[in-house]
């Protein structure tokens, strides 16, 4: 979980970034970015709607969907891996690696290995791809040992 300091730090940037982007800072979207940001499990939607839930009994599942992907658009938050209904996310948007567990699903977060990658010339020229992501598969530490 990201320490006080830190969690603040990332709710002012939350605020502004939705008033920037024409989006009202309402009590449901900052308790929904509230939960996504002490979920260092990379929760996909279902996951962070049984959390939000119990301090939004009353929140659909639809909103925190499109919640997510208004922070996504905002830039707050980032899909990591998945499909549609499946897709994790994650509150960390500076640039990192991934492990993720080819077995249990875990997903970790490599943020003491600089990110570092050049885009070959004929990828960019081609593509002119506005993400990149590297994730790295394997069997995790817990997983290893059961
Ligand atoms: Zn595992
Ligand atoms: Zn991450």
Same mark, same amino acid.
């Given at each position: 979980?990201?320490?006080?300091?830190?969690?603040?730090?990332?709710?002012?940037? *939350?605020?502004?970034?939705?008033? =920037?982007?024409?989006?009202?800072?309402?009590?449901?979207?900052?308790?929904?970015?509230?939960?996504?940001? =002490? =979920?260092?499990?990379?929760?996909?939607?279902?996951?962070?709607?049984?959390?939000?839930?119990?301090?939004?009994?009353?929140?659909?599942?639809?909103?925190?969907?499109?919640?997510?992907?208004?922070?996504?658009?905002?830039?707050?938050?980032?899909?990591?891996?998945?499909?549609?209904?499946? #897709?994790?996310?994650? *509150?960390?948007?500076? #640039?990192?690696?991934? *492990?993720?567990?080819?077995?249990?699903?875990?997903?970790?977060?490599?943020?003491?290995?600089?990110?570092?990658?050049?885009?070959?010339?004929?990828? #960019?020229?081609?593509?002119?791809?506005?993400?990149?992501?590297?994730?790295?598969?394997?069997?995790?530490?817990?997983?290893?040992?059961?």
């Amino acid at each position: 979980m990201a320490d006080v300091k830190v969690k603040e730090k990332l709710i002012s940037d *939350f605020k502004n970034s939705c008033r =920037s982007g024409g989006f009202k800072v309402t009590p449901q979207r900052t308790i929904i970015y509230e939960e996504l940001i =002490s =979920s260092e499990d990379h929760p996909n939607v279902e996951l962070l709607y049984n959390r939000v839930k119990k301090r939004l009994p009353d929140i659909s599942f639809d909103t925190v969907y499109r919640t997510l992907m208004t922070f996504n658009e905002l830039n707050l938050a980032s899909v990591v891996a998945g499909l549609s209904a499946t #897709k994790r996310y994650d *509150f960390r948007t500076e #640039k990192h690696y991934h *492990f993720i567990c080819v077995r249990c699903g875990a997903i970790h977060d490599i943020l003491d290995v600089p990110f570092k990658f050049d885009t070959p010339v004929s990828i #960019k020229e081609k593509y002119n791809p506005s993400n990149i992501r590297i994730i790295f598969e394997g069997i995790c530490t817990k997983c290893r040992l059961k």
